[in-house]
């Protein structure tokens, strides 16, 4: 998902304006939402004390890298659970549209079926049916932002079957012939994309989306369900959770407090950060001193920049199309994850989706619709997907430009694309039809305007680099 995988649509199914504006914050091929920090720990104090101890503005800078992305993913899970409940599947039912405006880059190509998972009352049974027609996927993002599971076309062959998703240090057993999945934090963001070609195609994908179940393990359990109140009050928007400053370090008490760390590496993060106050249930900002709060949010600064500095480094570029390939799994790279955080929360891994922006000519020159261009494919060169590609158009704030063709999005599945007589694929993207190549047209702004490529189950020609985009060629 590049930035942001908006005014809400309302959904047409009846739904309240407030569950229309949950699913449709999902419509982002880079996914970012708004939410709170920790819901309903207790709070207890802790800071640096009335001196700073040596090396704490480092200390701090490293904290805010390290703790921003489960900042980030509390905020989002919260804002969801207030709108949708917690442990309820909630499926988009319509294509996002030029009036989505809630999260930039929305994609055109899928409905999103969408649930926060609060697993601390006992595990929850995704019920999927044989899907074999369709691509459809569910990632599972822990509230540190790993994608700890999947099921799906790739994942599980489309297969009928039941998934337990249970928190941490669960021992129980589900039901027969149920797989269980061990989630890595007490709340998880679930995440289900689902193929649709075209507008005559929704009630079937709806239908199938509607098959779909999700289920406390034990019935009597959701009557006594979390509700998504309890998970608090957001204190912020996740796109820019430094503003809260040194107050950040509270908030991350109180997130940590709900989801504290599983891996041996961020647990070991975890202990270096106690020197400056930082741990699960604590409030270092409240604590401390006039000094020990200035260290703090310098701490805080200096390691937004930090995050916003690495954003571009870790942007492969080829030919204009730039992607990044390391998402869903980061180890101790905690600055790559709070960059992916900050950018494209919610990204596929790799294997799943792999998605490409370009907002530069083959020439350099930035995309306008004043001129004309054109993304020429020779035969056989098409995006290798197993499932879908796609190419979108966005304006100079990301979001989708109203045009009278109503189309946002050429790819795999646009109708009636012609190709040349030796196989070759031309695209032409420009703001008026191109006379004699309509149904190869993707209409652009009449201004400044982004592309982005998608390419769902990309084979491994993508995935190692052999394989590359060809530049986008302005007109003669």
Do not use: K
């Amino acid at each position: 998902m590049i930035r942001g995988d908006s005014v809400a649509q309302v959904t047409r199914d009846g739904r309240s304006h407030a569950q229309g504006v949950a699913l449709f914050l999902l419509a982002a091929t880079a996914a970012l939402s708004a939410c709170s920090g920790g819901g309903g720990a207790p709070r207890t104090t802790a800071g640096p004390g009335s001196v700073p101890p040596p090396g704490a503005r480092t200390l701090a800078s490293d904290a805010y890298v390290w703790g921003s992305p489960l900042v980030v993913s509390m905020r989002t899970v919260q804002t969801f659970a207030r709108l949708i409940g917690v442990n309820r599947l909630y499926p988009q039912q319509q294509l996002t549209d030029p009036q989505t405006r809630l999260i930039v880059a929305p994609n055109v190509d899928t409905l999103y079926s969408v649930a926060v998972l609060d697993l601390r009352d006992g595990p929850v049974v995704l019920s999927v049916p044989e899907i074999h027609d369709r691509y459809y996927t569910y990632q599972f993002l822990d509230m540190y932002t790993e994608s700890f599971a999947y099921v799906g076309t790739r994942a599980t062959g489309g297969v009928a079957g039941s998934w337990v998703i249970a928190a941490p240090g669960w021992s129980g057993t589900g039901p027969t012939g149920a797989q269980v999945i061990h989630a890595s934090t007490p709340l998880v963001f679930l995440l289900g994309r689902f193929l649709v070609s075209g507008a005559s195609d929704l009630p079937a994908a709806r239908g199938v989306m509607a098959r779909v179940r999700l289920e406390p393990l034990v019935p009597h359990a959701q009557a006594s369900a979390p509700s998504g109140s309890a998970l608090g009050e957001p204190p912020g928007t996740p796109q820019n959770v430094a503003a809260a400053g040194p107050s950040f370090f509270d908030e991350l008490g109180d997130a940590l407090a709900v989801n504290p760390p599983s891996s041996p590496a961020d647990r070991a993060a975890l202990a270096r950060f106690q020197a400056i106050g930082v741990g699960p249930v604590h409030h270092p900002a409240g604590a401390a001193t006039p000094s020990g709060r200035a260290t703090l949010a310098q701490g805080v600064t200096d390691g937004a920049a930090r995050v916003e500095g690495a954003d571009a480094s870790s942007v492969h570029e080829v030919n204009g199309w730039e992607t990044r390939r390391q998402l869903g799994h980061y180890g101790d790279d905690f600055l790559l994850r709070a960059v992916v955080a900050r950018s494209v929360w919610g990204a596929n891994v790799p294997d799943e989706a792999v998605y490409l922006r370009s907002q530069r000519d083959a020439r350099g020159g930035p995309y306008s619709g004043t001129h004309a261009y054109a993304l020429h494919f020779a035969a056989g060169e098409l995006p290798p997907a197993a499932a879908f590609w796609s190419l979108t158009v966005y304006g100079p704030d990301m979001f989708l430009v109203e045009n009278p063709a109503g189309r946002y999005a050429i790819g795999d599945r646009t109708p009636a694309l012609r190709t040349n007589s030796d196989g070759s694929l031309d695209l032409y993207l420009q703001h008026s039809a191109p006379p004699g190549h309509e149904t190869n047209w993707l209409p652009v702004p009449a201004g400044g305007f982004t592309l982005i490529m998608r390419i769902y189950l990309p084979e491994r020609t993508v995935l190692d680099g052999t394989y590359r985009l060809p530049a986008v060629q302005p007109a003669a």
